[in-house]
């Protein structure tokens, strides 16, 4: 299976990776990761072709879940699920694409992104095997370099893991969870956060996820009499 990349390998990609890796703030990061896209511009479109290798150790079970919203189309997010699904393949990964309306319970999230993770949650209890690694990503997530393994970034200890916008910091609602108790405790409070959103803009579950995490870690915060204690 060869996957067709761009950049061209005359470009030293790997000089901004390790640069965007050793810097020493947010700004440097900032800057440096614009750099990156000024660099980008300037690419030659010539195709880039690997030749990705299964992984050898298949002991860590993993299950990719995308959730598409019943009744829209996944023309416009087919080559990165078609990436998605070389990635699954080559590495044994388990790999879940279904609609949102999948499980009857979820049926009380009116909000379409929340009801995915509810959709996640339903798999973790029904479908997917305890103890075993959830990876859920949106359905316009593409493999850039399909020789990085999930299991890489997985560290002893840590059962949740959520990762931030280098363009902005915000947190995205994608995320990486052992399906455990504490794990599926952890997607089912999120996505029934959607019945604590203000009238107000929020930005639906991305914009949920922070004072969720708050709440999350700092216990105290979820009660108006404590939350003063924490300012």
């Not at 598409?68 to 998605?84: C, E, I, P, R």
């Not at 990635?87 to 609609?99: D, Q, R, T, V």
Request: proline share 4%; aromatic share 12%; hydrophobic share 35%.
């Amino acid at each position: 299976m060869s996957t067709n990349l761009t950049p061209d390998p005359e470009w030293a990609s790997m000089r901004f990776e390790a640069r965007l890796k050793s810097a020493a703030s947010a700004a440097d990061y900032s800057e440096t990761a614009a750099e990156l896209l000024l660099h980008n511009a300037s690419i030659p479109n010539k195709p880039y072709y690997m030749q990705p290798k299964a992984r050898t150790n298949t002991s860590v079970a993993v299950t990719i879940v995308v959730s598409v919203t019943v009744g829209s189309t996944v023309d416009d997010y087919q080559t990165a699920l078609d990436s998605v699904k070389c990635y699954s393949a080559l590495h044994g990964y388990n790999l879940s694409i279904e609609f949102d309306n999948k499980f009857h319970e979820c049926a009380i999230h009116k909000d379409k992104f929340f009801r995915r993770h509810c959709h996640v949650h339903m798999l973790m209890k029904t479908k997917i095997t305890e103890g075993a690694w959830v990876l859920f990503i949106d359905g316009d997530v593409g493999i850039v370099n399909p020789n990085r393994l999930i299991e890489d970034y997985i560290e002893e200890g840590y059962e949740i893991y959520l990762y931030d916008r280098f363009y902005n910091w915000e947190y995205a609602a994608q995320y990486m969870v052992k399906n455990n108790k504490r794990g599926r405790a952890w997607v089912k409070e999120f996505a029934s956060y959607e019945f604590k959103l203000p009238d107000s803009f929020h930005g639906t579950d991305n914009g949920a996820l922070h004072p969720f995490m708050m709440h999350y870690l700092v216990p105290e915060t979820r009660n108006p009499q404590t939350r003063s204690r924490c300012s």
